[in-house]
């Protein structure tokens, strides 16, 4: 995922939607520890996704998870895990 910087990140969320409702699913029933490994992995790679896509964050990883933090608030259900509220990650 993290290496489809080609990709808009709309069309990565669209993309791995299904795969992450099934994680959340099965994962969040059955082994909720390791769900919240999973999605913090997630989280991992759409800022290494926007280290590459965007020149202006290469070196600067702690203003990526800020502008994921906000991308965040402005948009909870741009991916299937971020609906789950703030605990979830």
């Known amino acids: 995922m993290h290496c489809r910087n080609d990709l808009a990140l709309e069309e990565i969320a669209k993309w791995v939607r299904p795969v992450l409702t099934g994680w959340v699913r ?21 800022v290494r996704w926007a280290a590459r896509k965007y020149r202006r964050f290469r070196g600067h990883v702690l203003a990526i998870w800020d502008w994921l933090r906000r991308l965040k ?14 605990g979830a990650d």
């Open 26 to 46: 099965y994962y969040g029933r059955f082994y909720p520890s390791k769900l919240r490994e999973k999605l913090r992995t997630i989280d991992a790679f759409i």
């Open 73 to 86: 608030r402005r948009n909870p259900n741009l991916f299937a895990h971020w609906a789950l509220g703030p």
